[in-house]
């Protein structure tokens, strides 16, 4: 898997919402708990939505010290569509329709276009990405990515440090094994995904606050954190988004501010 390649399918499709009362969570001090509780109450507190707009989403990105803005809304109805569009200047630049089987895209730019599933990403880009995945991060819930989705997230290691629970696919002697230059590691990466997945929960909120995809082998990571909770329809959701790519050869970073919810 090229994490690069999923920092780009990222930046294309989330959507975070914004309100006006947007604010920074309080710093609590995680409890010691095990994966099932902790699971229970991130489901508790799962966004619920069926259909939803974002009108404004503004769009910094940085890709190697270039950097440029644009603009984005979406419109999507759970498990149905996902529908994104992009504009420049007041001018579209591209268009993509998500469905739970089908990727649709066109490019006003160069009057190109695209349809299929999500096999062509698999297998052009070698990336182990569909709808459900998109969806969750859309929503800002909890998921599990690739290989290890073969492991329900209740297998996870649980840890904590001073303001965040974390989730990791791995435990930590086994991820000794990818830090050794031997055979034992040649074996292990043989059988395993040597990527590496965490999930930062806010012990407040119990909500998704980073995830993080780490490649052992390729030395690349995304980090996708979401900030700002704010209040919208009665339920906690960030109204900003960081998509951030770090490869041996290149770097990447997304900012995206929303407004305009409905």
Request: aromatic content about 12%; overall charge positive.
């Amino acid at each position: 898997m090229n994490i690069r390649y999923l920092y780009i399918i990222a930046t294309v499709f989330p959507l975070l919402f914004a309100c006006k009362t947007a604010q920074q969570t309080a710093s609590v001090r995680p409890k010691p708990i095990g994966a099932g509780r902790l699971l229970r109450n991130v489901s508790e507190n799962a966004f619920v939505y069926r259909c939803f707009e974002v009108k404004r989403i503004n769009c910094t990105m940085d890709n190697n010290g270039a950097q440029t803005s644009f603009r984005a809304s979406l419109r999507t109805e759970k498990d149905n569509y996902i529908l994104l569009s992009v504009n420049k200047l007041s001018l579209p630049v591209a268009k993509i329709l998500l469905t739970p089987d089908s990727v649709k895209m066109v490019n006003y730019v160069d009057k190109s276009w695209f349809a299929g599933t999500y096999a062509y990403f698999r297998r052009q880009l070698n990336i182990d990405v569909d709808f459900e995945m998109l969806q969750a991060i859309v929503s800002n819930n909890v998921f599990v990515y690739g290989e290890a989705g073969d492991r329900p997230l209740r297998d996870f290691d649980v840890n904590w440090d001073s303001t965040m629970y974390v989730l990791q696919s791995f435990k930590d002697r086994k991820l000794d094994r990818l830090d050794r230059s031997d055979e034992r590691r040649e074996r292990f990466l043989r059988r395993k995904d040597p990527i590496v997945q965490y999930l930062y929960i806010d012990p407040k909120l119990f909500k998704m606050r980073r995830f993080c995809l780490d490649d052992k082998v390729r030395h690349e990571m995304l980090n996708i954190s979401f900030d700002s909770f704010s209040t919208v329809n009665g339920q906690q959701y960030p109204s900003e988004m960081r998509v951030n790519y770090a490869g041996t050869s290149s770097q990447m970073l997304l900012t995206m501010k929303l407004a305009g919810f409905s």
